[in-house]
């Protein structure tokens, strides 16, 4: 069963799966009311557990409901079953709404790369997954080269364990200094 839930219970599962997009977090929900869009937060739910859950962004286009779950859902990929039986509830749930289309960019993550560009992680599950979610009716634009899409292909992942000012100090002085600039001009305009 597929239901809307509250943000504590939404924001305690995604804590709970170790989830890492802050796409995928009901304070982006906030942020992109601002910005026109509606949303809504669902869960699905095995019994009394929550087994996924997602944040759903509803855009207005010309009298008509589109639904975008940015990053995905938070949800086990790797668990086929789970991932068509979720698909096909929101598919439900989302149509009961009067929302036309759904769009998704799940946060499937096919290789990582060191500096080096040698692949350090392969995810031998990535075309089982891309299968199980062409099956259940999405389809895959192709992927983007560079940054044309609204959000990118390629994410740095960027370990935050040393502090500010080291890691200030490793960046390029030309970057630094506009990092400074931005930061001037943020504080003047407030």
Do not use: W
């Not at 669902?42 to 997602?54: C, E, R």
């Not at 009716?137 to 994410?155: C, D, W």
């Amino acid at each position: 069963m597929i239901r809307e839930i509250t943000n504590e219970e939404f924001d305690k599962f995604i804590t709970s799966n170790h989830y890492d997009s802050i796409y995928q977090t009901s304070t982006y929900g906030k942020i992109m009311a601002k910005n026109g869009y509606n949303s809504m937060l669902v869960g699905l739910f095995n019994n009394n557990d929550m087994v996924g859950a997602s944040l759903i962004l509803i855009e207005n286009r010309q009298g008509f409901k589109y639904a975008i779950a940015p990053h995905g859902f938070v949800v086990d990929y790797d668990n086929l079953d789970l991932v068509k039986r979720f698909t096909n509830c929101l598919k439900n749930y989302l149509k009961s709404k009067n929302i036309i289309a759904l769009k998704i960019n799940p946060k499937i993550i096919k290789n990582k790369y060191d500096a080096n560009k040698n692949i350090i992680y392969h995810n031998e599950n990535f075309d089982s997954i891309m299968h199980t979610l062409k099956s259940s009716g999405f389809y895959h634009y192709g992927y983007n080269s560079f940054f044309e899409a609204t959000k990118p292909r390629f994410e740095a992942n960027l370990k935050l364990s040393e502090n500010y000012y080291a890691l200030f100090n490793n960046i390029k002085k030309s970057f630094r200094t506009k990092i400074r600039n931005a930061e001037k001009k943020r504080y003047s305009n407030t």
